[in-house]
């Protein structure tokens, strides 16, 4: 089982975007169009790219994969308000405890940290609430698929 801990995160500004689609087929190409966009428009980046799961379980999280209708929001910190487009606006990302689990190796193994943070839930009677969010330390066109690091925090309460 991996190891949680329990965070405070501040409420971040964030530039994003949000579409339907196959988690594995539109997350890279947000990202990449998301960081393209920030940096034609002299957005200053602050922090590493982050996805948000609006599917509220695994189950539910598995079949909008499988049809592509997933409710993928992908967002980027940065230092200010940027320059707002029609795919691209910028929000507030809240604040909140979360519990956090960290996952080393390719994203397509995340399960085993999805599934030690959700026993641990249970184990705490703690209760998630609001999406989970991924967020990507690394860019795996850099670094091996064994060394790519994700965070992944779920709101609790």
């Not at 979360?98 to 009677?125: Q, R, T």
């Amino acid at each position: 089982m991996k190891r949680i801990s329990i965070v405070s995160l501040k409420a971040q500004k964030v530039l994003g975007a949000r579409k339907k689609g196959a988690y594995q087929e539109i997350i890279p190409l947000m990202i990449r169009d998301l960081c393209d966009y920030a940096q034609k428009n002299g957005v200053g980046i602050n922090g590493a790219p982050i996805f948000v799961c609006h599917e509220k379980t695994s189950q539910e999280a598995q079949l909008a994969n499988a049809n592509k209708s997933a409710d993928v929001e992908v967002c980027i910190p940065i230092a200010a308000q940027a320059q707002e487009s029609a795919e691209f606006k910028h929000y507030e990302l809240p604040e909140g405890e979360f519990a956090k689990v960290v996952h080393k190796g390719p994203y397509e193994k995340c399960a085993v940290a999805y599934e030690s943070l959700f026993a641990w839930v249970a184990k705490n009677k703690k209760t998630i609430y609001g999406p989970i969010r991924e967020v990507y330390l690394n860019d795996p066109r850099e670094v091996k698929p064994s060394q790519i690091i994700t965070e992944i925090y779920a709101q609790i309460k």
